[in-house]
């Protein structure tokens, strides 16, 4: 049933894109379609069978793209199967246990029976957008926390779940 995914995000420093598109790369090895787009430039979800949507953590809320993108997308989002992910701390820690998604996320996730959500390390380096990103990388907080071997895990499940919904 569900071959043909959309792999949308919210970004400002690429770091969530980044994850996307490894998120995509794995599902495309598991034999599906995958477009990874921006999720400000999603206008349809007509040719899409499944639905990741990633969203940057910036002060407790997901990037304002994502959370556009599921409001504005909402009901087709119901129709079919969607998995979220945060991307965001700037430590270990999302490496180290489970981070549960913030509110508004949790709030979707509920609404929109959403299958799956993981949070994943941030990236912020130097040339960063943005006046808190400058204080943080003066602070030296800044790097790359991202765990490419968790996310490849994590959207290995996602192709098993949806060949396995091909199958039966």
């Known amino acids: ?42 206008t349809s979800l007509a040719r899409y069978d499944a639905v990741v949507v990633g969203g940057g953590l910036y002060a407790g809320r997901w990037h304002k793209d994502a959370r556009r993108f599921v409001r504005r997308h909402r009901a087709a989002l119901a129709e079919r199967p969607t998995w979220f992910f945060s991307s965001g701390p700037l430590d270990a820690s999302a490496s180290e246990r489970d981070i549960p998604p913030v509110r508004g996320v949790q709030r979707a996730m509920a609404r929109l029976d959403v299958r799956e959500h993981i949070t994943f390390g ?26 490419f071997g968790a996310i490849e895990a994590w959207a290995e499940g996602i192709a098993d779940a949806l060949t396995h919904a091909q199958e039966g």
């Not at 970004?11 to 894109?17: I, K, L, R, V």
């Not at 090895?29 to 999603?42: D, H, I, M, N, Q």
């Not at 990236?123 to 790359?144: F, H, P, Q, T, Y």
């Open 122 to 147: 941030g990236r912020l380096e130097a040339g960063a957008k943005g006046w808190v990103a400058g204080m943080i990388l003066r602070s030296g907080k800044g790097g790359d926390f991202r765990d």
């Open 1 to 42: 049933m569900s071959d043909t995914v959309l792999v949308t995000y919210g970004t400002t420093n690429g770091s969530t894109a980044g994850i996307a598109e490894a998120v995509a790369d794995v599902l495309r090895k598991g034999g599906l379609t995958v477009e990874t787009l921006p999720a400000r430039s999603v």
